[in-house]
């Protein structure tokens, strides 16, 4: 992309106003420069996973431009149930489970024309292990926002806190993952990715909703929610015994605060949480969809865009919070009521399934659609 001069004036012209709006000058500087995260493509599908490793073959994208995101709906509340996804070098997407049925995964492969790169990467939680620290390539912090995902075996429902895993950015060349408890003999797999987009400014942090609460606000610096969007990973408490009405956890984009968001008090949750901002005309529209206890699926669950989006550069990132049956929130059977598989039904909506295959429980679907620049 051609980059146009920028003079003396103009840059301390610039400086003085981001002084008074609280925004990065550097950033707009760069934009004003030429920069910002064109992208080339958007490839997407559902999935409904067959064996324990199944492989989508993809239109081929660059190395080092592209990321994947992922939700799903799952058919039961063993851990095993639980996929993650992954690119496998530049024509492959594999979904990897360790139970390979009754899974439904939506899948969104984002690739960048230029100004943007990921680093990914697989590594694994072992026995006594709760803390994590990777090595990655130098990146800028305040530019970067990291995915995670995380599965394991076991046919039990009580050990979510096993498998939920929290990434963070420790400094510009470690990302550390954490738990809060490791299994005495499975491991904990995990798949991550991280995203820097130069025409963004990303605030992170890691946030505790504390015991006796169901909610957190957190403040951050004023955005433009029009233009902004979060991400976060949870882990649940040791004590929490595969609750995931403790740990499953929507988060709401303010322009000043994001609120993190449960429906059971009981124990302790982890969130490390990003919000992005891009000023490259990057678009962000934000709903709130609620579940009704008698959602059973049909028909799909859904929320309604205001504005038309363009799917060819869009995607969905949705959260939610679950509320079960027992008078005091603590089954451990609600992986398959808790989690959505979320897509685009059409231009204009955003549909949720989830595969719950007991009774369906009542929650709050917080979503978001991006649609980025071409």
Wanted: charged content about 10%; glycine content about 6%.
């Amino acid at each position: 992309m051609k980059r146009l001069p920028i003079s003396l004036p103009f840059a301390i012209a610039v400086f003085l106003n981001c002084a008074e709006y609280n925004t990065d000058p550097l950033l707009l500087l760069n934009l004003a420069g030429g920069g910002s995260n064109p992208v080339r493509s958007i490839q997407s599908g559902v999935h409904s996973i067959a064996t324990t490793s199944d492989t989508i073959a993809i239109t081929s994208v660059t190395s080092g431009l592209a990321f994947v995101y992922c939700s799903m709906s799952v058919g039961s509340s063993n851990e095993s149930y639980m996929p993650t996804c992954r690119l496998n070098g530049t024509s492959q997407l594999v979904i990897e489970s360790n139970s390979g049925s009754a899974q439904s995964v939506a899948w969104y492969v984002v690739e960048f024309s230029s100004g943007a790169s990921v680093q990914s990467g697989s590594t694994s939680m072992t026995t006594g292990v709760t803390q994590l620290d990777v090595a990655v390539s130098t990146f800028d912090t305040s530019r970067s926002f990291p995915i995670v995902m995380s599965r394991m075996s076991g046919a039990v429902q009580s050990v979510d806190e096993r498998r939920t895993v929290t990434v963070q950015m420790l400094d510009s060349s470690t990302l550390r993952f954490q738990r809060n408890e490791s299994d005495p003999a499975l491991t904990t797999n995990i798949e991550w990715q991280l995203v820097y987009l130069p025409a963004c400014s990303v605030q992170s942090g890691q946030s505790t909703i504390p015991a006796a609460s169901s909610s957190l606000v957190v403040p951050i610096s004023t955005v433009s929610t029009g233009q902004a969007f979060s991400v976060i990973s949870s882990r649940a408490a040791a004590a929490s015994n595969g609750i995931e009405a403790e740990y499953v956890v929507r988060a709401a984009l303010s322009s000043s605060s994001i609120t993190l968001s449960r429906e059971s008090t009981l124990n302790t949750v982890d969130v490390s949480w990003s919000v992005v901002e891009c000023f490259d005309g990057t678009t962000v529209q934000h709903g709130s969809t609620t579940v009704s206890a008698a959602y059973g699926n049909s028909p799909l669950l859904t929320g309604s865009l205001s504005s038309a989006i363009d799917q060819s550069r869009s995607i969905p990132i949705a959260t939610n919070s679950i509320w079960d049956s027992t008078p005091d929130l603590t089954s451990a059977a609600d992986q398959d009521s808790g989690f959505f598989r979320t897509n685009f039904q059409d231009s204009s909506t955003v549909q949720f399934l989830r595969g719950s295959n007991q009774t369906p429980k009542a929650g709050t679907i917080n979503w978001q659609a991006i649609q980025f620049v071409n």
